[in-house]
C-alpha cells in the first residue's frame, strides 16, 4: 500500500482518527492517537516514541539493571515508523484507523529491545536462506464475569467465571454465550485476524482459538492483536479475559502452541514433506527438529517468559519437561504433524503458553530451527509415549531464574538472535524474578502464617 491507496482506505472509511501503537518487550501495546496532520507527516519521516517503553516492566516499573535506555540516558525519544500496511480498521471503532509501528534507534538501526523487528530479522535471515516461513499461533485463555475493579476487590480470589464446570469442546456453552462469540468472531474476522477455529476447553470459562496460519510477521500481529482486542471486546460484555499461563492451582494452564512449517521460496512446495519416508518428514525437517530441541533449553526464557509460565512445568499439565519430539504426540515439546496429506506437515511447538509475546517466541522457534538445518543438528529419537522422561532429551529448565541464565550464558542464542536484544532481555528477566522473590504468596501465608 502506497499514500494514494492509504488516503483512498481512509475515505472509504470515515476515517476521523487515527491510533498507532507498538508492541512492547512482554508483548503489550503501547499506543496513543496523533493529529492527522502529524499522522501523515510521521508515514513518511516517522515520530519520536518515549523509549520508556522498553524500560519499564508489566507494571510500569522501571529497570534498575537496563542498559538500553534509564535515568543515566534520560529515557529520550526513540523513532517509530509506522507500518502502512498494518492498517485495520475494529468494526466496533469505525471511524478510527488502526497501525502498528516498529522501533529504532536511527534511521538505519532498528531498536535492539524492538520485537517486531527481532522477528522482522529472523524472517529474513530465512527467505535470504531460500526459505519461505509460514506460522500460526493456537491461544487458550480464561473469561469470567468479573471487571479490572471487581477482580482487585476480590484480590483475584474467588472469580465468577463466565461458565462453570469442566466442558471441553461444548457446542451448548458456545451456544449459550453467542451474543460474545458472535461478536469476537465478526469483530477480529473485520480487523484482518483470521480465525480457523475457537471452541471451550476443559474447565470453567476457558476457551481456545487457532488463527490462521500466514508468514511470521504477520501470523504474530494477528496473535498479538487477538490478546489485545479480546480484552477490549470482553470489557463491552461486561466479562474479563486472562492469558496467564496458569491462573489456579487447580485448574489446567492455558497453552500458546507455536506452528510452523518451511516452503520453497515461490511457495508452492511444503519442504517439511517427504512422503518417501517412515514418518513423512524431510531431511530439513529433521534438522530443523534437532535445532529447536536442542536450543530449546537456551531459549525457554523466550517460550516461557514469566514466573507464572513455570507453574505449568509439572507432571500433567500438558506442558512438555524435555526437549522431546513425536509424531502426532501431544505429551511432547514438538510435535510432528504430518496428516492429512504432505501439504498439512508442520511442526508445533507446544511448550509455549498464551503468555507470550509472539514476537519473540516465533523469532527464537525459527531461528532455533535454522540453525539446526545451518549445522546439520540430528534431534533426538521420536518419543512414542509419554515423553515427560523421554531418553535422549534434554531436559527443560523449570524456573524463570534458571531459564534466564541459560539464555543470559548461551554462546549459541547469540548467533540464533542479535546479541543487543538477548542482553536486553535477560536483564529484564531478572528484574522479574527479582520482583518475584520480594513478593509474598497466598500460598505462604495460608501455609506458614499461624503454624510456624
Known amino acids: 500500500m502506497d499514500t494514494s491507496e492509504l488516503r483512498a482506505a481512509f475515505d472509504q472509511h470515515s476515517i476521523r482518527r487515527v491510533k498507532v501503537g507498538g508492541f512492547d518487550i512482554d508483548g503489550i501495546l503501547r499506543g496513543k492517537y496523533i493529529a492527522f496532520d502529524k499522522f501523515w507527516s510521521a508515514v513518511e519521516k516517522g515520530f519520536g516514541f518515549c523509549d520508556v517503553i522498553f524500560g519499564w516492566d508489566v507494571a510500569d516499573q522501571l529497570y534498575d539493571n537496563a542498559e538500553l535506555t534509564g535515568w543515566h540516558t534520560g529515557y529520550p525519544d526513540t523513532l517509530a515508523r509506522i507500518d502502512i500496511d ?52 493456537e491461544l487458550e485463555y480464561w473469561l469470567f464475569r468479573e471487571t479490572p475493579a471487581s477482580m482487585a476487590e476480590k484480590g483475584f480470589q474467588g472469580l465468577t467465571p ?13 451456544g449459550q454465550h453467542a451474543d460474545l462469540i458472535e461478536d469476537i468472531l465478526e469483530q477480529m474476522q473485520g480487523y484482518g485476524i483470521a480465525i480457523e477455529g475457537m471452541h471451550t476447553e476443559t474447565g470453567p470459562g476457558v476457551y481456545e482459538t487457532a488463527i490462521r496460519y500466514s508468514d511470521p510477521v504477520r501470523a504474530a500481529d494477528m496473535a498479538a492483536l487477538f490478546k489485545t482486542t479480546m480484552k477490549i471486546l470482553c470489557a463491552r460484555h461486561g466479562c474479563t479475559v486472562t492469558f496467564m499461563a496458569k ?30 519416508d517412515e514418518h513423512g518428514l524431510s531431511q530439513l525437517a529433521r534438522h530443523y527438529i534437532g535445532g529447536l530441541a536442542s536450543l530449546s533449553p537456551d531459549l525457554t526464557a523466550l517460550f516461557s517468559p514469566t514466573v507464572n509460565s513455570y507453574k505449568r512445568y509439572v507432571p500433567g499439565m500438558w506442558a512438555p519437561l524435555t526437549a522431546s519430539w513425536g509424531i502426532e504426540n501431544r505429551t511432547c515439546s514438538i510435535r510432528a504433524i504430518n496428516q492429512p496429506s504432505a501439504a498439512s506437515t508442520r511442526l508445533e511447538l507446544r511448550q509455549t503458553a498464551a503468555d507470550i509475546n509472539p514476537y519473540v517466541a516465533l523469532a527464537g522457534a525459527l531461528g532455533a530451527g535454522l540453525y539446526g538445518i545451518d549445522h546439520g543438528v540430528e534431534p533426538p529419537p521420536p518419543s512414542t509415549g509419554d515423553a515427560t522422561e523421554a531418553e535422549g532429551a534434554p531436559k527443560l529448565p523449570t524456573s524463570l531464574r534458571d531459564a534466564a541464565r541459560a539464555l543470559g550464558e548461551s554462546e549459541r542464542a547469540r548467533q540464533v538472535l542479535p546479541e543487543g536484544f538477548v542482553d536486553h532481555y535477560v536483564r529484564t528477566r531478572d528484574w522479574e524474578v527479582r520482583e518475584y522473590q520480594k513478593s509474598v504468596s497466598q500460598w505462604e501465608l495460608q501455609r506458614y502464617f499461624e503454624s510456624i
Not at 471441553?168 to 458456545?174: A, C, D, F, K, M
Open 86 to 137: 498494518s492498517f485495520r480498521v475494529l468494526p466496533s471503532e469505525p471511524n478510527t484507523a488502526h497501525f502498528l509501528v516498529d522501533f529504532w534507534l536511527d534511521p538505519q538501526t532498528p531498536h535492539p529491545a524492538c520485537p517486531r523487528n527481532l522477528l522482522k530479522t529472523v524472517t529474513a535471515r530465512l527467505e535470504a536462506a531460500g526459505y519461505k516461513p509460514l506460522a500460526s499461533v
Open 162 to 174: 463466565l461458565s462453570p464446570g469442566m466442558f471441553g469442546y461444548s457446542w451448548v456453552r458456545t
Open 247 to 276: 491462573w489456579h492451582p487447580d485448574l489446567p494452564g492455558s497453552s500458546g502452541h507455536l506452528h510452523q512449517s518451511l516452503w520453497d521460496s515461490e511457495g508452492e512446495q511444503n519442504l517439511f514433506a517427504d512422503e518417501k
